[in-house]
């Protein structure tokens, strides 16, 4: 018999009423929609031009003009249809479903008649197609048309963006692959893969599934296809920042299954690192499970940011060497964050362990969050963990780092991939096996579903982040089995089952309920979620001495609009008290600010007019607030710090 391995649950099951995650899923709807669709189409004063839907009626013959855009940007199409589809699956709006048609429509024009869809080689490059693996970004945006294909299809029943992806994946198949007249090449930016295995899902041919496990199979054989291509274009390439290409840029280094830490760019790393997840779990492929497991464990133990933003190199957005994690100078896209979320999601259907729900949360609620402003129209691409904002200057080692939220950006990749990740949050919550239905997050939300023939209706109330307490009540018409994830940073809760306390069976870091048949159910859990210092590891070295605030999952960092500037020369007692205060006003969900005292130095040398001097150290005590990461910078500019130094190690 095949192994069951639990899927994420399908959006239309499930209403989230979260107060924090349930306004995020209303703004993607009621703000951010409409505010990226008036970006894709230049309608916003003083953001970054977008032309994307111009791109594609240029592509289709239909308007004149130039192609403007980095090479992927009809991902940025793609990426809004995807978040359109799971808005209407989710029930939250079905407004937008008539312009998305009508851009499914033009995306269909633009389309060559052999199947090949990509604006940029249509309109500027049509001879150099699948010339240029390594920078052309036509996999990687054939990925994403994929990805909305199957999303718009499943909210919809519309399957004539599936047709279009379709047509396009078959042609892909023809061109690569490893027979005599077939490319044997790979993608140089990683998303198809997993775009594939979406794509065999929803309609059960196999070659996808093949093609996905070829781009796998053949990345990292030697000689090395992208390497012979450069060499090919005699120095002829689209960025100049690829002048020194290594190897390990696009993890084709070795092949994956060999790879045992996490090199090169964050997010075409954690891309392909889900895709092998995926074909894990497809091909029941213990070397990949292996593989994935050592990838894993690389990141989350040595590599990853408190905040689960990853990759932090300035230079080339990707990963440098273990325990290098600086705090003004990181980079941790967002999306690489959401690929972490992703990867993490398919090691948890993997596994069957739900630990790894504990990185996929904490990446959720601080990098992802923090990736957008809570008017929803203003985006981080980069998530430091210390602005100076005066520092953050353009032509230097620091002008990736913006100490303010964008309206929009000439490479275009983080907003609408924030968007769908939080319009389909709720396969993040739930998911299900033919055995069990797993609950994986703490978010307030409704579910009505079916597990071997029990229909159960589920409500799950958390006040996880106010006093520790998550509630579900549960319907069933039949015996069932439900899992409940137990976070891996609280101690063990307690449970009552009806109003009586209960030990529940553990199993992989799920609590494990049987309900025994038809009846109502109340499970109750009360953790112990209070506010306290963490430390880093001593290989750290950005973080020695210092510590971080934070509360369940959620880190907190100081803000100068709360504590002034010169946030660097605070020193903190990490034994002293500390209180919750009342949340921000004017902010979704009611996440409190923590209270504490600390010391500030004022005054280090004798004569302040000078740089240097003998030490005469003053300072003064100081009252200091926290608010949590997710929401810093939604009121003022200003500087932030997340590692603060502390005043007595010994
Ligand atoms: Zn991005």
Request: net charge negative; proline share 5%.
């Amino acid at each position: 018999m095949k192994k069951s391995f639990p899927r994420p649950m399908s959006l239309s099951r499930v209403k989230i009423t979260d107060e924090l995650y349930g306004s995020y899923v209303n703004l993607v709807a009621e703000k951010i929609i409409p505010y990226q669709w008036d970006i894709l189409n230049d309608r916003v004063p003083g953001a970054e031009k977008s032309h994307c839907v111009e791109n594609f009626r240029i592509a289709a013959g239909e308007s004149q003009g130039d192609h403007y855009g980095p090479v992927f940007c009809d991902t940025d199409a793609y990426k809004w249809l995807e978040a359109v589809a799971y808005c209407i699956e989710n029930g939250s709006d079905g407004r937008y479903e008539p312009t998305a048609d009508d851009l499914i429509d033009l995306i269909g024009r633009a389309q060559r008649p052999n199947g090949y869809l990509n604006t940029y080689y249509t309109v500027v490059s049509p001879g150099q197609r699948w010339l240029n693996l390594t920078e052309g970004h036509e996999l990687y945006s054939a990925g994403h048309l994929m990805e909305a294909a199957v999303a718009y299809y499943k909210a919809t029943g519309k399957d004539k963006l599936l047709q279009i992806a379709c047509k396009f994946a078959d042609l892909i198949c023809e061109v690569f692959g490893s027979g005599q007249k077939q490319c044997q090449g790979y993608p140089g930016h990683q998303e198809i893969e997993l775009a594939l295995v979406k794509l065999y899902h929803a309609t059960g041919r196999a070659r996808y599934l093949e093609l996905a496990d070829f781009f796998i199979k053949e990345r990292g054989v030697r000689p090395n296809y992208l390497i012979e291509e450069i060499q090919r274009r005699q120095g002829n390439g689209l960025f100049k920042e690829f002048a020194d290409y290594d190897e390990e840029y696009a993890q084709s280094h070795q092949p994956p299954v060999e790879q045992k830490t996490a090199e090169g760019h964050a997010v075409r790393a954690l891309y392909m690192y889900a895709a092998m997840a995926d074909l894990a779990i497809e091909q029941d492929d213990q070397q990949l499970n292996e593989a994935c497991l050592k990838l894993w464990n690389n990141i989350t133990t040595k590599r990853m940011h408190i905040t689960g933003g990853v990759g932090t190199s300035g230079h080339l957005e990707r990963f440098t060497v273990d325990y290098d994690l600086p705090n003004n100078s990181t980079y941790c896209e967002s999306c690489a964050s959401i690929a972490l979320m992703m990867f993490g999601q398919r090691m948890a259907s993997l596994t069957g362990d739900a630990s790894f729900y504990d990185i996929v949360e904490k990446s959720l609620c601080n990098t992802v969050l923090a990736g957008i402003a809570v008017t929803g129209d203003k985006y981080f691409y980069v998530n430091p963990l210390e602005v100076w904002p005066e520092n953050c200057k353009p032509s230097t080692s620091m002008s990736h780092v913006k100490p303010v939220r964008q309206p929009w950006f000439p490479v275009a990749c983080c907003p609408p991939n924030i968007a769908r990740t939080l319009a389909s949050l709720a396969q993040y919550i739930y998911s299900q096996d033919d055995l069990s239905l797993y609950i994986n997050q703490f978010i307030s939300s409704e579910l009505e579903t079916s597990l071997e023939g029990a229909k159960i209706k589920l409500k799950l109330e958390s006040s996880f982040m106010q006093d520790g307490l998550v509630t579900i009540q549960v319907q069933a018409s039949a015996a069932c089995s439900l899992k409940i994830r137990m976070p891996g940073y609280c101690d063990y809760p307690d449970f009552t089952l009806d109003g009586s306390g209960v030990i529940p069976t553990v199993e992989n870091n799920y609590a494990v309920f049987i309900l025994n048949g038809n009846g109502e159910y109340e499970i109750s859990m009360k953790y112990e979620v209070k506010p306290h210092f963490v430390a880093a590891n001593h290989r750290v070295r950005a973080d020695a001495g210092k510590a971080a605030l934070v509360k369940g999952p959620y880190v907190y960092c100081l803000e100068e609009v709360d504590n002034g500037s010169e946030l660097s020369n605070i020193f903190i007692d990490t034994t002293a008290n500390i209180q919750e205060g009342m949340p921000l006003a004017g902010m979704p969900g009611r996440l409190p600010v923590i209270k504490y005292s600390g010391k500030k130095i004022i005054s280090s040398i004798a004569d302040d007019s000078q740089l240097y001097g003998k030490p005469v150290w003053k300072f003064d005590d100081v009252n200091l607030t926290a608010v949590p990461y997710c929401l810093w910078c939604n009121r003022e500019v200003g500087e932030m710090l997340v590692w603060q130094k502390v005043e007595r190690l010994i």
